[in-house]
């Protein structure tokens, strides 16, 4: 019995370390860090739609509905085909690197926005879609 207790505790323990060191930084700036955590990808095999968890630290804090929060964990969708992404669902956290309380939930579906080129919505539609190319030029993209 005490021998089955540990392996499911060892295995727990391995499992928060290994989902801590799934983030990849994005980008670094004076405000805040971006990462998103590629083993999260989930594509829906009939829309070809990708799902993918983002996290952004930031170095000070910031307040939504009067709490005070430090980083944002998000839900975002990604349409590969069209170039386009939407956040689905949010939570803000009291401590950096989505630690600390829960302060704020949003699970309200974001409408689609066209990414942006050379952004940091480019640089997710891309880890999100597994592609290294460019933008297509012929789409509509929104400004920096």
Known sequence: MFIRIFLVLFVLTCSV?????????????DN?????NPASRRIDKESGLVKMWILIDLKTARKVDDRVYL???????????EERS???AESYFSGHMANGEVVVIESTEGIWQPVGLESLGEA????ACGTSKKLSPTKKHQAL
């Open 17 to 29: 370390s290994n989902a801590l060191a799934e983030w990849k930084e994005i980008t670094a700036t």
């Open 32 to 36: 805040f860090t971006l990462y998103a």
């Open 71 to 81: 980083s944002v964990k998000s839900q975002n969708q990604y349409d590969c085909k």
């Open 86 to 88: 939407r956040t689905l």
């Open 124 to 127: 997710l539609l891309k880890l």
